[in-house]
């Protein structure tokens, strides 16, 4: 199969839902979930797949990756709610309405990316590599969403390109493509530059409270 294929596959797999009104898309914030997870590979693998497990019925899994689907849960609950997360939003809100939430999580991940230097000692690209071979290590259990979004992550190296406008056009072009409502997310690479530090300000005080939040969640759960 082709990377242009897995690509075109992995894409078609970037599924849209309402809820309570705000637009929720999957597979666009993995390098904050790693990096949550880590370094416990069971934690980080369970934590992959929480958006490709529905339901709670985890029998499948290990008690351990199980944990790592439920601990996925509470990032994405504990993100939503909070106030910072919520303000970054609004600035998003005027071009992209729905939207917004999404853009915000991709943003976030651009901006883990941009500062890695200041929440990781390791290099991103050999984080990142580490990232790839817990999932790869444990391929056979992963939902098929996951499968088709593991090859093309790992084939083009996702994870690191975050950090480039180059990489976020990527994906936001990918989801723009796949969406069945009309968006131009892509045109958030503009639409971010003249709150660029104030964007930057709602993630550096948000993100060392989930990073709290993820420590006190692994060691009463």
Known sequence: MSVFTKLTQALHDWKFAMNNGTLHLTIVNYLAHFYL????????????????????????????????????????????????????????????????????????????????????????????????????????????????????????????KYASEFGITQVFTGMDSRTKYTSNMLSSIDDWKPFREELIGHFKRFFPNLVEACEVWKTTH
């Open 37 to 160: 997870a880590h370094p416990d590979p069971e934690l980080m693998f369970g934590n992959y797949i929480g958006d490709g497990v529905r339901g709670s019925d985890f029998n499948r899994f290990s008690d351990a990756i199980a944990r790592g689907i439920r601990f996925h849960r509470f990032i994405d609950t504990f993100t939503d709610s909070h106030e910072e997360v919520k303000k970054a939003k609004i600035l998003f809100y005027p071009s992209q309405a729905k939207f917004s939430g999404v853009v915000v999580d991709v943003m976030f991940d651009h901006i883990l990316a941009l500062h890695w230097a200041a929440y990781s000692d390791q290099n991103l690209d050999d984080f990142a590599a580490k990232c790839y071979k817990v999932v790869a290590d444990r391929i056979a259990l992963l939902p098929h969403r996951s499968e088709r979004f593991y090859h093309y992550m790992s084939a083009q190296n996702i994870l690191p």
